[in-house]
């Protein structure tokens, strides 16, 4: 209190300078304060009721247990010497321990303290966020604040109030956020590789199950095949189904109609020619008596004639069409059939 309040070394308004000094140095949590020339000046530390450079952050409790087997080692190096030679200082590790060849071993995360901080032995007591909530708090934090901390704790069972004084604290945070940092970036950069590979082999398994697909609807048409063969050689010989006789006799009599000289394909054929003939009068006629089709004959009876007799012959071809296209079908089924039943009978 003397080095900030009222100095006395040179008795004048000279320690009033000193003092404000002091004061300065002790906000700042670092220097030494000059007090009296007899005695030794007092060292400045963060932890000074003074220091200005104080808070309070939240750390995590590791979720690891003892069944986990993880160890921590503490290795008096550089952090940027020992995460860029993992391998080395692992292989070395197990010639220290002669562990067997078929035992590997391996770096799952690396932290960085410095020369005089360690790591809380927070393993050996599961209590101890029970324990940190409810004792005092550090020298140089205000009850007020520590108990503030304490509340405002988002996740009292995972989450431990950590003191930061001074710009040593606020550097060792940083820090350690940085590298919090990067092994997030780090998992973010494994899940992502992860995903990737999820993707390749979802795309595989879509192009694997097309083929499935492909070759069942393949494997389904050859049972049908061997269906089919297998019903031709249990009825052979025997007489037709009811359903088969009424499909034989509706085709017959399809055709029939169809080949009548009355029904459709001579009606067809009478239009046909009917209608060849008046396309061919011009060609026909005198020089000078030409045969015009003009509006006029559009929208009288005769246009109304040529327009029916056209729409006739459409709807008749498109009715052919169909029905050509049908039998040449049902005569190609019947040619593989027949085809099929003659190599089994080779057989």
Not at 106 to 126: E, K, R
Request: include cysteine; proline fraction near 6%; glycine fraction near 8%.
């Amino acid at each position: 209190m003397a080095a900030v309040s009222y100095p006395k070394i040179f008795n004048d308004e000279r320690d009033a300078k000193i003092a404000k000094w002091n004061q300065m140095q002790a906000a700042w949590g670092t220097g030494k304060g000059w007090y009296s020339a007899q005695h030794p000046p007092v060292e400045f530390r963060p932890e000074n009721p003074f220091c200005r450079f104080k808070a309070v952050g939240y750390a995590k409790l590791p979720s690891s247990k003892d069944e986990d087997g993880l160890v921590a080692l503490f290795i008096n190096k550089n952090y940027e010497e020992v995460s860029s030679n993992v391998k080395g200082f692992c292989d070395g590790i197990q010639k220290i321990l002669s562990a067997p060849p078929q035992t590997s071993l391996g770096g799952s995360s690396f932290l960085s303290f410095g020369a005089s901080q360690q790591q809380p032995n927070t393993q050996s007591n599961p209590n101890i966020a029970v324990e940190i909530d409810g004792r005092k708090p550090l020298p140089g934090i205000d009850p007020i604040l520590w108990d503030q901390a304490k509340k405002d704790n988002p996740c009292p069972g995972n989450l431990i109030p950590v003191p930061m004084l001074g710009f040593t604290g606020l550097q060792r945070r940083l820090k350690a956020q940085e590298l919090e940092t990067k092994l997030h970036q780090g998992s973010l950069d494994g899940i992502a590789s992860e995903i990737e590979e999820l993707r390749s082999r979802s795309a595989q398994s879509t192009a694997r199950r097309n083929e499935l697909k492909e070759k069942q609807r393949h494997l389904g048409h050859r049972v049908i095949k061997a269906i089919c063969r297998q019903e031709e050689r249990r009825k052979r010989g025997l007489a037709l189904l009811p359903e088969e006789e009424v499909l034989a006799s509706g085709i017959e009599v399809l055709l029939q109609s169809l080949m009548a000289p009355g029904q459709s394909r001579g009606r067809l054929n009478e239009l046909l020619s009917q209608r060849d003939r008046i396309l061919s009068l011009p060609r026909a006629s005198a020089p000078g008596h030409q045969f015009v089709f003009d509006e006029s004959d559009a929208e009288g009876d005769r246009g109304k004639t040529f327009q029916q007799i056209e729409q006739l012959c459409r709807e008749n071809q498109c009715a052919l069409a169909q029905v050509i296209k049908t039998l040449k079908e049902d005569l190609q089924l019947m040619e593989s059939c027949a085809r099929e039943v003659r190599e089994m009978t080779v057989r």
